[in-house]
């Protein structure tokens, strides 16, 4: 009997802190995709949709709808349950990493403590990389199963470009785990909260951090798995209706999901700036305010990586491989060698 | 090499230094510009409500005239449709009857009139021919149709309201053209 002593009020915990934050991360998504047009139009002195709705806010949902009516379109050629399958991984995968971000405080309401955290597992940053180098099987298994030679090329440019980036990332995350010791990501926001923002000791790890953040993302100008002049459409070509859908809207998770990766590591995560939310003590809705507060740096940082798209063009594919192996990972390792002394030094 | 104009310059060949070749500086000089950008006027008129007010001397779609008194002013002379380049124009002549006086100026009169808006290049010729200022280009262009049909307008379509029953329609419909 004491092995069934489930705490039931956990699971309930857990399951509704499961549905909102998925359901936050979706609707955030959808609106990115709003958000996308919108900034894309004022860069370049239009309006954007502003028809549907006030300000064109139902936008997305028009676009969703129209999505569903689609016809859905199986070639007779692709591999069927894996062409099925690859928009499912990328958006499962999109999802996934929002588990171990701690998206608030601990909370207390109906006398529990809740942490506004799904699982802060002890591996939490690991946990983030395993799920977004998986992101890369959405792209290859989409791109493979299609049968169609541009997708396949879309795929291996995916693949390959995703690996190479992957690399300098993880050697800035290194130099950042070095500052912080510890991989846990409530711990990473804990310091920050009670001391300074790690971009403070880590500018050039966040820069390359970011860089890779753009390409992990296949965001322009790494934007190469879809190059519609080269590739036609890349790895979605052969995708229509919602299939098609789900790869451009786990894009916008995955921005999203990056944006608030990024701010949990680097700029204090849901910590307020200028603000000692101890002093307020243990009320409610300091929790929904840091969640407000994580919520407009991953935002930030959405409007960074629209910004980007519409300003630079892509780059080449080698230019792409130059820049990945050639500049980024020497200063990931300049970086780290840097962090690595002067982490001895002080200690 | 000689160059014409002293506003050539020449092209910068020299090898990228490695800082050039992280693109760095140079993005952040074109992120600059788009940022400049957002803050802009937009160059867009949102048409339904806004609309974009044309030149005194546009040339829109005709109106069949009337005088003072509201009678038609064409007399189906057909200068008009010999002017026309695009050969748009046709019409049928008709004579005036006893007590139709009110209703035509002369005594002949056109029954039916017709133009192709589809072939109309609204180059303003038949305005030009027509001796009884009978034809105008007015401010007004023609709206979209789902037929070609639609397109061949009549002369309900093209006259215009009557100055003593309908003098705002008349106004409306004349526009800022100056018209005999």
């Known amino acids: 009997m004491h092995l069934l002593a489930i705490d039931w009020f956990l699971l309930i915990e857990k399951a509704i802190l499961i549905l909102l934050i998925v359901t936050v991360c979706l609707v955030t998504a959808m609106y990115a995709t709003w958000g996308e047009r919108k900034v894309a139009a004022i860069i370049q002195d239009r309006r954007g949709p502003n028809r549907a709705g006030p300000f064109g806010l139902f936008q997305p949902l028009a676009d969703g709808l129209k999505l569903f009516m689609k016809e859905e379109i199986i070639p007779n050629a692709s591999v069927k349950f894996l062409f099925v399958l690859g928009p499912g991984i990328a958006m499962v995968t999109a999802l996934m990493t929002s588990a171990v971000i701690p998206w608030g405080g601990t909370i207390h309401i109906f006398g529990r403590d809740i942490a506004l955290q799904i699982a802060d597992i002890n591996v939490g940053i690991l946990f983030v990389f395993a799920i977004v180098s998986m992101g890369v099987y959405g792209i290859m298994i989409g791109g493979w199963a299609s049968n169609n030679k541009f997708s396949l090329l879309a795929a291996i440019r995916g693949a390959s470009q995703m690996i190479s980036y992957e690399l300098p990332m993880g050697l800035a995350l290194i130099s950042l785990l070095m500052v912080t010791g510890s991989v846990r990501l409530g711990v990473f926001v804990d310091q920050q909260v009670n001391g300074v923002w790690n971009v403070v000791y880590q500018p050039l790890g966040f820069f390359i951090f970011f860089i890779c953040a753009l390409a992990e993302c296949n965001r322009t100008p790494f934007d190469l798995p879809e190059a519609e002049n080269e590739l036609n459409f890349g790895y979605h070509q052969e995708y229509s209706s919602m299939k098609l859908g789900f790869y451009l809207f786990a894009e916008y998770i995955n921005m999203f999901i990056s944006g608030v990766v990024m701010s949990t590591l680097y700029f204090g995560g849901y910590d307020i700036p200028f603000v000692n939310e101890a002093a307020f003590g243990d009320v409610w809705w300091i929790g929904a305010l840091e969640f407000l507060a994580l919520m407009a740096k991953g935002l930030i940082f959405v409007f960074i990586f629209m910004w980007i798209r519409w300003t630079i063009p892509r780059f080449r594919y080698d230019q792409l491989m130059d820049l990945g192996w050639k500049k980024l990972v020497p200063l990931a390792l300049l970086n780290m060698l840097i962090t690595a002394v002067v982490v001895l030094w002080r200690n | ?180």
């Not at chain 2, 000689?2 to 090898?15: A, C, F, G, I, Y």
């Not at chain 2, 200068?79 to 009857?97: G, H, K, N, W």
């Open chain 2, 1 to 180: 090499m000689q160059t014409l104009t002293n506003r050539s310059k020449p092209v910068n060949r020299k090898p990228m230094t490695w800082l050039e070749k992280l693109y760095v500086w140079n993005i952040a000089k074109g992120m600059a510009v788009t940022f400049i950008h957002i803050f802009k006027r937009k160059a867009t008129i949102s048409y339904p409500e806004q609309k974009r007010s044309f030149s005194k001397v546009f040339r829109g779609l005709h109106i069949l005239n009337r005088d003072e008194e509201g009678r038609e002013r064409c007399t189906a002379c057909g200068l008009c449709a010999v002017a026309c380049p695009a050969e748009a124009i046709t019409m049928e002549a008709a004579e005036r009857q006893k007590g139709e006086e009110h209703l035509y100026r002369e005594e002949k009169y056109a029954a039916k009139y017709e133009i192709n808006m589809l072939r109309c290049i609204f180059c303003g010729l038949c305005e030009e021919a027509c001796p009884k200022d009978a034809i105008y280009l007015s401010q007004t262009f023609a709206p979209a149709n789902y037929g070609r049909a639609g397109f061949i307008y009549g002369k309900e379509n093209l006259l215009i309201p009557n100055p003593k029953e309908d003098p705002e329609g008349f106004n409306k419909a004349r526009g800022e053209r100056v018209m005999s």
